[in-house]
């Protein structure tokens, strides 16, 4: 079994691609890959753990024909229990608005795209049963960073080209995607806004690219995340080192990201460029039980924009953990692209969160000290 860490450490000299926030980047071969670093994953070292309590019984001990969601914890169709996700990158240009099935996806990655445009952001958006989707996207170009977070899942990344600074990243085995091959839907704007995940359009790759829909040899089994029992969910106001986070603004200026608690929902409401988010799809604005605020190594590759993410290895990088209506902060650790993240609190354990789905910004160092939280 090939596991290979990877990590570009210099930027490739400056190239001449054109970088824009509504136009998709060519991919130039003439120009120098960047230089690179090839390294074994290593077994990731955490903090030892506190002694920690029993394990609690689960109130539900059977519910005949549905397992618990490796992505949320929530009850689904056990047919699904070994079907690999989809990790879809959905242009977050405001001109791409509004998005359709967000709301359906599990798991929601906001990033920043670029370090020109005021660090515009993209969304990675997971989501475990794809047989549903009538509509998913816009869909648009992949970055190295997504390369590097979707293998986690075992997911397939959904996408539509990218910089030549992906073409290393898509060498490795256990990468898998589809790139361009869904459907146009005429909706009135210029064709890089018009791709879309369209009912039976992954059923159609799945058979004609013969990457299997089930879990692979990289997957690493057993639940994504340390979830709380629903009988006795996750209350941060019970920690010595919360804080109120009824209010956060992401440092993202392109978008100006919020999230909201909402009380009565038990759930974060998120907005940019000064609205609701709402999905086309459904018309409800889109939410989130979970919230991971990380701050993350910034890689920038040359002059017109492209950067990427370090998220694999790191160790003991910054974050916080937001759910109802609390923030604690904590440290986020990951080995090698195909491990799991792993989030520990301030005594070294690791963090239990909450059944529902989850928003996970990474956010550049540089800027995670204008997060603001209240």
């Given at each position: 079994?090939?596991?290979?860490?990877?990590?570009?450490?210099?930027?490739?000299?400056?190239?001449?691609?054109?970088?824009g926030?509504?136009?998709?980047?060519?991919?130039?071969?003439?120009?120098?890959?960047?230089?690179?670093?090839?390294?074994?994953?290593?077994?990731?070292?955490?903090?030892?753990?506190?002694?920690?309590?029993?394990?609690?019984?689960?109130e539900?001990?059977?519910?005949?024909?549905?397992?618990?969601?490796?992505?949320?914890?929530?009850?689904?169709?056990?047919?699904?229990k070994?079907?690999?996700?989809?990790?879809?990158?959905?242009?977050?240009?405001?001109?791409?608005?509004?998005h359709?099935?967000?709301?359906?996806?599990?798991?929601?990655?906001?990033?920043?795209?670029?370090?020109?445009?005021?660090?515009?952001t993209?969304?990675?958006?997971?989501?475990k049963?794809?047989?549903?989707?009538?509509?998913?996207g816009?869909?648009?170009?992949?970055?190295?960073?997504?390369?590097?977070l979707?293998?986690?899942?075992?997911?397939?990344?959904?996408?539509?080209?990218?910089?030549?600074?992906?073409?290393?990243?898509?060498?490795?085995?256990f990468?898998?995607?589809?790139?361009?091959?869904?459907?146009?839907?005429?909706?009135?704007?210029?064709?890089?806004?018009?791709e879309?995940?369209?009912?039976?359009?992954?059923?159609?790759n799945?058979?004609?690219?013969?990457?299997?829909?089930?879990?692979?040899?990289?997957y690493?089994?057993?639940?994504?995340?340390n979830?709380?029992?629903?009988?006795?969910?996750?209350?941060?106001?019970?920690?010595?080192?919360?804080?109120t986070?009824?209010?956060?603004?992401l440092?993202?200026e392109?978008?100006?990201?919020?999230?909201?608690?909402?009380?009565?929902?038990?759930?974060?409401?998120?907005?940019?460029?000064?609205?609701?988010?709402?999905?086309?799809?459904?018309?409800?604005?889109?939410?989130?039980?979970?919230?991971?605020?990380?701050?993350?190594?910034?890689?920038?590759?040359?002059?017109?924009?492209?950067?990427?993410?370090?998220?694999?290895?790191?160790?003991?990088?910054?974050?916080?953990?937001?759910?109802g209506?609390?923030?604690?902060?904590?440290?986020?650790?990951?080995?090698?692209?195909?491990?799991?993240?792993?989030?520990?609190?301030?005594?070294?354990?690791?963090l239990?969160?909450?059944?529902?789905?989850?928003?996970?910004?990474?956010?550049?160092?540089?800027?995670?000290?204008?997060?603001?939280?209240?």
């Amino acid at each position: 079994m090939k596991k290979r860490a990877v990590m570009l450490i210099l930027a490739a000299a400056v190239c001449t691609l054109l970088f824009g926030c509504k136009k998709e980047e060519p991919v130039v071969e003439s120009n120098p890959e960047p230089v690179i670093q090839m390294t074994e994953p290593e077994k990731e070292k955490e903090p030892e753990p506190v002694a920690e309590e029993p394990a609690e019984e689960e109130e539900e001990e059977v519910n005949p024909g549905f397992y618990r969601s490796e992505l949320t914890n929530e009850w689904i169709e056990e047919g699904l229990k070994n079907q690999r996700p989809i990790a879809a990158m959905v242009d977050n240009e405001s001109t791409a608005l509004p998005h359709f099935g967000v709301n359906d996806c599990d798991i929601v990655y906001e990033m920043t795209n670029s370090h020109a445009n005021g660090g515009i952001t993209r969304l990675m958006c997971i989501i475990k049963d794809w047989g549903k989707i009538e509509q998913l996207g816009s869909i648009r170009s992949v970055r190295p960073t997504n390369l590097q977070l979707a293998p986690e899942y075992g997911a397939v990344v959904c996408h539509d080209g990218g910089p030549f600074y992906i073409d290393i990243f898509l060498k490795n085995d256990f990468v898998k995607h589809f790139s361009g091959t869904f459907s146009r839907v005429n909706n009135g704007k210029s064709r890089e806004f018009t791709e879309y995940i369209l009912s039976g359009d992954l059923e159609k790759n799945f058979k004609n690219t013969g990457i299997t829909t089930e879990y692979d040899q990289y997957y690493q089994g057993g639940q994504h995340f340390n979830f709380a029992s629903e009988k006795k969910p996750v209350d941060l106001s019970e920690k010595s080192d919360s804080k109120t986070a009824e209010a956060i603004d992401l440092p993202f200026e392109h978008n100006k990201s919020k999230l909201r608690y909402d009380d009565a929902s038990g759930k974060y409401l998120y907005s940019e460029y000064g609205s609701a988010h709402v999905d086309g799809k459904t018309g409800e604005q889109t939410s989130f039980k979970n919230v991971f605020l990380l701050s993350a190594e910034m890689q920038v590759f040359d002059k017109n924009g492209y950067m990427m993410f370090i998220t694999s290895p790191v160790s003991g990088r910054e974050g916080y953990y937001c759910t109802g209506g609390k923030a604690v902060p904590i440290t986020w650790s990951n080995s090698d692209d195909i491990s799991y993240t792993r989030y520990f609190d301030k005594d070294g354990n690791e963090l239990k969160i909450n059944t529902g789905h989850t928003y996970i910004a990474i956010i550049p160092e540089g800027d995670y000290p204008n997060l603001v939280i209240e």
